[in-house]
């Protein structure tokens, strides 16, 4: 078993096409989110990220620098590469590229998704709230 990470803008076409490959099945497809929503003319902002397993694109997210810090989205495995600890690859490449950062990072948890993101560090702040209808929590790094 072999798993690697690839960081890319969307210029590279061939990438970015297998991040919306993975973001189409398991957003649009299995949650049912609007492709509007999950497609919101935001990705040519942001660094996206690739995890690999086996050579085949499994799991992808993306990072944006915004005026609040480092937003952190679109974490998505397919359900197929799911349990092979994917998305903690995926975080760990993330958090490689911004620490230490002196910004905040943070990022809207789909709300089963809270205790995977609390051992990262990241904690809850605020009240629940819906996002492309479903129930999330922002949650912020805490060094």
Do not use: C, W
């Amino acid at each position: 078993m072999t798993i690697k990470s690839e960081k890319f803008k969307t210029d590279n076409k061939a990438l970015f096409s297998e991040a919306v490959k993975i973001r189409t099945r398991v957003f649009i497809e299995e949650q049912h989110t609007d492709e509007k929503e999950e497609f919101d003319g935001l990705d040519s902002q942001a660094f996206h990220y690739l995890i690999y397993y086996n050579n085949i694109p499994a799991a992808t997210g993306r990072r944006r620098i915004i005026e609040d810090g480092h937003k952190l989205e679109r974490f998505a495995v397919l359900k197929e590469f799911r349990g092979k600890y994917l998305a903690v690859e995926l975080m760990n490449a993330m958090l490689k590229d911004i620490l230490p950062t002196e910004k905040q990072i943070y990022l809207h948890a789909q709300a089963y998704a809270e205790k995977f993101y609390e051992k990262f560090s990241f904690k809850r702040v605020g009240e629940l709230f819906i996002e492309a209808n479903i129930e999330h929590y922002k949650m912020v790094y805490q060094k």
